[in-house]
Structure formats: structure tokens, C-alpha cells
């Protein structure tokens, strides 16, 4: 599996914006998807994780209620919607692709990262 993330960029405080990424073969729906961010000089955190037919979702504390994952599995596609931003959420995401929902911090796809930056 290969993912393709896109859609990261420069955003003000409050603002909203998406994120996608695409994954190539056909066993999308067979994979947990999930997000995660590292921000300079800090650990790489879990975002967002949303189940292979999509019917549950989890997220970080700091996210919840202001991100939204979702998956389209037959673009073989998954969106973190993001509303509300912040400065502390402007970091490199990533996407991942994991065997399911609570492995996801070991998941075994990794896409290459979207910048997001929060401007104050």
C-alpha cells in the first residue's frame, strides 16, 4: 500500500481547512486509516483513526470535536477535516494505514506528511 497525502498549506488561527490522502491497490477498505502529526522538536502523536468500513472513528483529546476523519472507501481516500485551528496544531500529518483501529500507532503504511502551519 502506498499513501499520498496533499491538501497541507498555510491556514490563520480559527480558520478551517482538509487534508486528504489516497491509497493506492485495491484492499483500502481492508485497512484502518489513521492520522497522526509531528510538530518541530516533539514526538510524532496520534490524531485521528477511523475503522476499515468506516463505522468508528477515534480521536486525541487536544482534536476532539474540532477534527473529523472520514473515508471514502471507493476513492480509496481518507480526509481529516479540520476546523477551529490553532497555532499548536501547525505540524507535518501524516497518514497511516494500520490492520485495524487500536493498532494504529503500529500501522504498517506510512504516507510522507503534509505541512499544515497555523498562523496567529
Known amino acids: 500500500v502506498q499513501l499520498q497525502a496533499s491538501g497541507g498549506g498555510l491556514v490563520q488561527a480559527g480558520g478551517p481547512l482538509g487534508i486528504s490522502c489516497v491509497a493506492s491497490?485495491?484492499?483500502?477498505?481492508?485497512?484502518?486509516m489513521g492520522w497522526f502529526r509531528q510538530a518541530p522538536g516533539k514526538e510524532r502523536e496520534f490524531v485521528a483513526a477511523?475503522?476499515?468500513?468506516?463505522?468508528?472513528?477515534r480521536y486525541a483529546d487536544s482534536v476532539r470535536g474540532r477534527f473529523t476523519i472520514s473515508r471514502d472507501n471507493a476513492k480509496n481516500t481518507v480526509t481529516l477535516q479540520m476546523n477551529n485551528l490553532e497555532p499548536v496544531d501547525t505540524a507535518v500529518y501524516y497518514c497511516?494505514?494500520?490492520?485495524?483501529?487500536?493498532?494504529?500507532?503500529?500501522?504498517?503504511?506510512w504516507g510522507q506528511g503534509t505541512l499544515i502551519t497555523v498562523s496567529s
Open positions: 491497490g485495491r484492499t483500502f477498505s481492508s485497512y484502518a
Open positions: 497511516a494505514a494500520g490492520l485495524s483501529i487500536t493498532q494504529i500507532g503500529g500501522a504498517r503504511y
Open positions: 477511523i475503522s476499515g468500513g468506516g463505522g468508528t472513528e
